[in-house]
């Protein structure tokens, strides 16, 4: 699809449009699966879904862990993902030289939060002429991403979105500000939560054996996309997995399949209600009787 036309089509999405799918490729016939069941949940509740999944988790906790098909197989099952199912596809991108290759299959390009401000990366990503989708890092203020969508325009690239996805509360956990997703308007784009991540408690986990890996608090994730369409977000992004106690990613901030519908159907009833895209206009004259 045209960059120009879905751009366009996600920023009038009403009352939102969704980025949602499993954290990573496990497998061709996992992400056909998934794409066809996440679609038909959205299709039904009616909202715009943009399907997710990475081809490599750069940045896990551990070396041993999983990471996925790599870039040249990965690619290749979202290629089938998008032609099979006719839907957008994102994915993210952790090195400038995956930028073109990636571009020619993603619609949606999508900068990790631990590299949203990586000059030549954001660069490079703007150039292949994609929407570009950028994660607050953990470590960021708000004011911060409105430099890092500066940074695509510049490159020639008005089709830039940021994410917020938490903010590091310390060691090994997270907190989800409700004021940043105000805030993060300042970049004068579409403003996504991430409901997911923003849960994770990074290297929170403490393995059998010794070692760790992220948990999460994945019972919370009504709260915060409650939270976030309350307020007037433009995207909701989530992780979702069919077994996600099995899942070999992110497992504990996956939601489940079973429920996607179920908490969907009651975003959009909040949204609807919600009058959280719009200034309230504060009025300061004195009151008179």
């Not at 036309?5 to 996600?10: E, S």
């Not at 896990?60 to 099979?84: D, H, N, Y």
């Not at 929170?204 to 019972?219: D, N, P």
């Not at 979702?240 to 969907?264: F, I, K």
Request: aromatic content about 6%; glycine content about 8%.
């Amino acid at each position: 699809m045209d960059p120009l036309v879905l751009y366009d089509q996600l920023k009038a999405a009403e009352p939102f449009f969704v980025m949602a799918g499993p954290n990573v490729i496990e497998s061709e016939e996992h992400i056909m699966r998934m794409a066809k069941h996440i679609k038909a949940v959205t299709s039904k509740v009616g909202v715009p879904l943009v399907f997710k999944s990475s081809f490599d988790k750069a940045n896990r906790t551990s070396s041993k862990s999983f990471r996925g098909p790599g870039m040249a197989q990965g690619l290749t099952i979202l290629e089938k993902v998008k032609l099979a199912y006719d839907l957008p596809i994102v994915t993210d991108v952790h090195e400038s030289s995956q930028c073109e290759a990636v571009g020619k299959v993603a619609d949606i390009i999508q900068i990790p939060a631990f590299l949203c401000r990586q000059t030549d990366l954001l660069v490079a990503a703007a150039e292949t002429g994609r929407i570009i989708n950028i994660k607050k890092g953990q470590f960021c203020a708000p004011t911060v991403m409105s430099n890092s969508a500066e940074k695509v325009r510049l490159a020639g690239n008005q089709n830039v979105m940021v994410c917020e996805r938490g903010t590091m509360f310390g060691y090994n956990d997270l907190i989800v500000d409700p004021r940043n997703l105000e805030w993060m308007r300042d970049a004068n784009c579409p403003v996504v939560a991430d409901v997911t991540h923003s849960l994770q408690q990074p290297a929170g986990k403490q393995l059998e054996g010794g070692g760790v890996a992220s948990g999460g608090l994945r019972e919370l994730i009504p709260c915060i996309a409650r939270t976030a369409v309350a307020v007037g977000v433009d995207g909701i992004f989530m992780e979702v997995h069919d077994d996600p106690l099995s899942a070999p990613v992110d497992g504990p901030t996956q939601w489940p399949l079973r429920h996607l519908e179920e908490l969907l159907v009651e975003l959009v009833d909040i949204a609807k209600v919600s009058k959280g895209k719009q200034s309230f206009a504060i009025d300061l004259t004195p009151f008179r009787d």
